[in-house]
């Protein structure tokens, strides 16, 4: 299992220096907000194109830190799209005009997030409808899906985004 900090000083050695190091500085003061908004300018000011999957694990962590809705239209900007190459392996999937499904339970929403280009299977979160509106900041839980599938999906806890996000990961 990787830390949060080993994970966090990969995404930021994806930046040039002295970016690279601003980005770990921002970790070791406590501001990860701040260091993810570096991070994903960096990526943009400096014209790195990252793989599909990177830029899925990074909008868990950005998700993770109340950044999700924020980061999400520039981190998709980030990520390569590479011709010829096979289809890849995670990839966001979450746009900005995305609408969620409908729920089994009235009053939540099933919004797919990432997805897989091996099996087809889609991480969803699933979120409270709020009085106003709007969904939940944080999901009440995480959602395996299979397209076209009768199969109940696999349901993972509130907190379990890196474990959901493992078992997609991980079809044959």
């Given at each position: 299992?990787?830390?949060?900090?080993?994970?966090?000083?990969?995404?930021?050695?994806l930046l040039p220096?002295?970016?690279?190091?601003?980005?770990?500085?921002?970790?070791?003061?406590?501001?990860?907000?701040?260091?993810?908004?570096?991070?994903?300018?960096?990526?943009?000011?400096?014209?790195?194109?990252?793989?599909?999957?990177?830029?899925?694990?990074?909008?868990?962590?950005?998700?993770?830190?109340?950044?999700?809705?924020?980061?999400?239209?520039?981190?998709?900007?980030?990520?390569?799209?590479?011709?010829?190459?096979?289809?890849?392996?995670?990839?966001?999937?979450?746009?900005?005009?995305?609408?969620?499904?409908?729920?089994?339970?009235?009053?939540?929403?099933?919004?797919?997030?990432?997805?897989?280009?091996?099996?087809?299977?889609?991480?969803?979160?699933?979120?409270?409808?709020?009085?106003?509106?709007?969904?939940?900041?944080?999901?009440?839980?995480?959602?395996?899906?299979?397209?076209?599938?009768?199969?109940?999906?696999?349901?993972?806890?509130?907190?379990?985004?890196?474990?959901?996000?493992?078992?997609?990961?991980?079809?044959?």
């Amino acid at each position: 299992m990787i830390d949060e900090v080993t994970r966090w000083y990969r995404f930021a050695g994806l930046l040039p220096e002295p970016a690279a190091t601003e980005v770990r500085d921002y970790w070791a003061i406590g501001e990860q907000e701040a260091g993810l908004d570096r991070l994903v300018a960096g990526l943009q000011a400096h014209g790195v194109v990252v793989s599909e999957a990177t830029v899925a694990e990074i909008a868990v962590v950005a998700r993770e830190w109340g950044m999700g809705e924020a980061l999400t239209p520039r981190l998709l900007r980030c990520a390569a799209v590479r011709p010829g190459a096979e289809e890849a392996s995670l990839r966001l999937i979450e746009h900005p005009d995305a609408r969620p499904l409908p729920a089994p339970a009235a009053g939540q929403a099933v919004v797919p997030w990432i997805g897989c280009g091996r099996c087809g299977e889609v991480l969803a979160r699933v979120h409270t409808v709020e009085p106003w509106g709007d969904l939940s900041l944080t999901p009440l839980h995480y959602a395996l899906l299979t397209p076209g599938a009768a199969a109940r999906p696999r349901l993972f806890a509130a907190g379990s985004a890196w474990s959901a996000l493992a078992a997609l990961g991980a079809c044959a």
